[in-house]
């Protein structure tokens, strides 16, 4: 053993070692899966592929028992509950593909809880090793101690406010648990009382914000959808509206449909929850206009089709559909609705004015 793997801590090495046989026992049984798909491989008896399978997969299961136990963290409610969950899932699993697919997630998921419940202990490790320093107590003010790992078996102890005692600065350096310490963790105290802040690497970092950037990117699209500058998707309601009867003229369908009216039934699919709302292939928005020019229906100041208008509203259609009985119960409501309940629809984006 060289003189650098010998100044590595034991505890990096050990887990170093059993992440490497977690990985060696993964390939193991995908390959044993592969062999048996073509028949490479054949047993005796009545097992199924699916209990071969089991039977692959569960020494991986003992693999992370036996690494929670190792680290101490087998009572750890949330290493326990891991496990049970990779158990079960395992146990559910009906095909070997299934299996393989709980491997990839639950497995994955015991892994990680194993990785951040051990750098969660080094962290209290860290906090106790602080929080027994004689100066703690008459300290007044706010100072941060920061430990940082040198990657060399070795870390780093900063106090610039010279908090700590020699002796606690010492300890934290040679610390065994301390020294496996894979990222920088930082120790507030304020006025004697001392709180662990969140410790984040700089992938960590990373990570953190192209998920509150995927957030956001997610957000920003559902506020476009409900203010009508994105196309929207879901259950709802069509609706095809015709003029009135015409008594002069003795046809159906040839009076004028009045933006006033056109305007009463849009407002009461807002107020019964529609999410979004078009009008003759208009969509709607905070600014649109429903009105008339001579016999024309214009919405958002462009000429739309009225024989007949076609009305689409995302959101539950049959509550919809009822909101719309007090308007076509009006004695002033001439137009005649026709309804299609639809369990899927697109509502296309505003279009602006050019």
Do not use: C
């Not at 146990?91 to 892994?111: D, F, N």
């Not at 920088?184 to 953190?208: F, H, M, S």
Request: negative net charge.
């Amino acid at each position: 053993m060289g003189s650098g793997e010998a100044a590595r801590p034991l505890g990096a090495r050990m887990w170093e070692y059993v992440s490497a046989r977690a990985v060696i026992i993964l390939l193991a049984i995908n390959l044993f899966l592969l062999a048996r798909a073509v028949e490479a491989v054949r047993f005796p008896g009545e097992l199924s592929e699916v209990e071969i399978a089991r039977q692959g997969a569960a020494v991986l299961a003992r693999h992370y028992e036996s690494v929670a136990k190792n680290s101490h963290l087998e009572r750890n409610p949330a290493v326990r509950d891991a496990l049970a969950q990779f158990r079960f899932e395992l146990e559910q699993a009906t095909t070997p593909e299934g299996v393989a697919s709980a491997i990839s997630l639950y497995g994955k998921q015991v892994q990680e809880i194993l990785a951040r419940e051990q750098e969660s202990m080094l962290h209290e490790r860290i906090k106790q090793i602080v929080s027994q320093d004689p100066r703690l107590g008459q300290f007044k003010g706010n100072a941060t101690v920061r430990v940082a790992p040198l990657g060399t078996g070795q870390v780093q102890v900063d106090d610039p406010s010279e908090l700590l005692t020699a002796q606690t600065r010492e300890l934290l350096a040679s610390d065994p648990a301390v020294l496996q310490l894979t990222q920088v963790v930082e120790i507030e105290v304020l006025d004697g009382k001392i709180n662990l802040l969140t410790p984040r690497t700089l992938p960590e970092q990373v990570d953190a914000l192209r998920k509150e950037a995927a957030l956001l990117r997610s957000t920003l699209q559902e506020l476009r959808k409900a203010a009508g500058y994105a196309p929207l998707s879901g259950p709802g309601l069509v609706i095809l509206v015709r003029p009135p009867y015409s008594p002069k003229k003795g046809l159906e369908g040839e009076a004028t449909l009045y933006g006033s009216e056109i305007r009463d039934v849009v407002n009461e699919l807002l107020a019964a929850g529609a999410a979004g709302v078009e009008v003759g292939g208009e969509r709607l928005i905070a600014t649109t206009s429903i009105r008339n020019a001579g016999s024309a229906l214009l919405v958002n100041n462009r000429v739309v089709q009225t024989n007949p208008l076609v009305i689409k509203a995302v959101g539950d259609p049959k509550i919809l559909m009822k909101s719309l009985d007090l308007v076509m119960n009006s004695p002033y409501f001439e137009p005649v609705l026709e309804f299609r309940l639809e369990e899927n629809l697109t509502l296309q984006a505003y279009r602006p004015e050019r």
